[in-house]
Structure formats: structure tokens, C-alpha cells
């Protein structure tokens, strides 16, 4: 099972804003840069935001990260039915001195 | 532009191993390392392990110790992960993805292969 802890579902009305919350230790979240990956349906996933709260190039600013101790938390804001996906939070774990992922969060756009 | 092409569809029986590769293209193939990670059906995303293609270099999870092995061929720019004594559990969508550093954010993920274990 994942080391790192993400509700379940979100969901909003289009134009909306969703937040997505993870959560983990020192060992990982607490020491290390986080990223995030959004999955849309039947597709390989995808880097959205890197190094706590930078974007790659091409991603919307309607994305963002923020790291907070040993919690992380995505926020899309201007809910788009384009964004329902499944959203995914990464890191390394020192202890581990494996790679980590987030349960994982589907989005839906009610 | 930049990009990892990975090996078809496989369907394998229960004790067998399976080999799936993942060529990349439009960049310098030993600056990256490689991961893999893999997908069970309506499932999250699990680790299984990283290759530095400069040196060959490998680390496994823990899950996959004496199970997996990571290979590169810098000729064709192409990674290898085999995955031996196959069991319905490993039926899954395996990636690759790259990483500028062994920690770092995976920022080009291949498109996946699909592995099913059955008897």
C-alpha cells in the first residue's frame, strides 16, 4: 500500500476550484520535492506540476502546488470537463530509497 | 521531439517471464535516468525500480528484488525491464518514464505496455 495519503474523489462544478490534499512523513513529503501527475482516462500519465510548485511548460496556471511540512496540495482552479482525470502525487522516500505515489485522486466535474 | 516508444501487447502464462522495452528519442539518452512503473487494472501507480543508462547502474523496490532486472542498450537508446516468474498479479500497464536525476519528477512517460498473466 502507498506511504502517501490522498482522498479518494473531488469533485466541483465547471468554473469551480478543487483542491486535492497529500499527505506523508518526513521520510518523503517532508524532505523531499513533490510532484504531481494527472492520468486522463486510458492514457499514460502525465508531469503537472514539479519540484513542489513549478510547472512544465504548457501546463495551464489554473494548476497549482503548495507544500506545507509533511503535506502537499494540488489546486485547479476555472474546473474544466477536460480536467476529470485521475490525479496522482509523487515523490522519493529517503528511507525507502524508492519512489512514491500518492493513492491517487479522481477528479470528477459534476 | 522528445519521446519513449515502449514494446507491444503480452500474454504470458503464470512462471514465465516477460521483457518490455522502451526506446527513447530527441535527447542524449545516457542524461536521464529511467523508471519503471507499473499499473494493475483500476489501480494506482506502483514504483518498480530505476536505471542510470550512463553506467547501467540499478535499483530495485523491494517488492521486485530477485524478480526484476533493468538493462540498457546505448547503441539503440533503448531500456529493458524483464520480469520473471510471472503470477496473475502482475497483470498491469508497465511505463517507463524519465528523470533528470534518480529523485527527481518523472517528465516523459512512455505509453505504456500491457502485460496480462494468464493461464
Known amino acids: 500500500q502507498s506511504v502517501l495519503t490522498q482522498p479518494p474523489s473531488v469533485s466541483a462544478a465547471p468554473g469551480q476550484k478543487v483542491t486535492i490534499s497529500c499527505s506523508g512523513s518526513?521520510?518523503?513529503?517532508?524532505?523531499?520535492?513533490v510532484s504531481w501527475y494527472q492520468q486522463l482516462p486510458g492514457t499514460a500519465p502525465k508531469l503537472l506540476i514539479y519540484e513542489n510548485n513549478k510547472r512544465p511548460s504548457g501546463i495551464p496556471d489554473r494548476f497549482s502546488g503548495s507544500k506545507s511540512g509533511t503535506s502537499t496540495t494540488l489546486g485547479i482552479t476555472g474546473l474544466q470537463t477536460g480536467d476529470e482525470a485521475d490525479y496522482y502525487c509523487g515523490t522519493w522516500d529517503s528511507s525507502l530509497s524508492a519512489y512514491v505515489f500518492g493513492t491517487g485522486t479522481k477528479v470528477t466535474v459534476l | 521531439q522528445v519521446q519513449l516508444v515502449q514494446s507491444g501487447a503480452e500474454v504470458k502464462k503464470p512462471g514465465a517471464s516477460v521483457k518490455v522495452s522502451c526506446k527513447a528519442s530527441?535527447?542524449?539518452?545516457?542524461?536521464?535516468?529511467m523508471h519503471w512503473v507499473r499499473q494493475a487494472p483500476g489501480q494506482g501507480l506502483e514504483w518498480m525500480g530505476i536505471i542510470n543508462p550512463s553506467g547501467g547502474s540499478t535499483s530495485y523496490a523491494q517488492k521486485f528484488q530477485g524478480r526484476v532486472t533493468m538493462t540498457r542498450d546505448t547503441s539503440t537508446s533503448t531500456v529493458y525491464m524483464e520480469l520473471s516468474s510471472l503470477r496473475s498479479e502482475d497483470t498491469a500497464v508497465y511505463y517507463c518514464?524519465?528523470?533528470?536525476?534518480?529523485?527527481?519528477?518523472?517528465?516523459?512517460w512512455g505509453q505504456g505496455t500491457m502485460v496480462t498473466v494468464s493461464s
Open positions: 530527441g535527447y542524449t539518452f545516457t542524461s536521464y535516468y
Open positions: 518514464a524519465r528523470a533528470k536525476y534518480s529523485n527527481d519528477a518523472f517528465d516523459i
Open positions: 518526513s521520510s518523503n513529503i517532508g524532505n523531499n520535492y
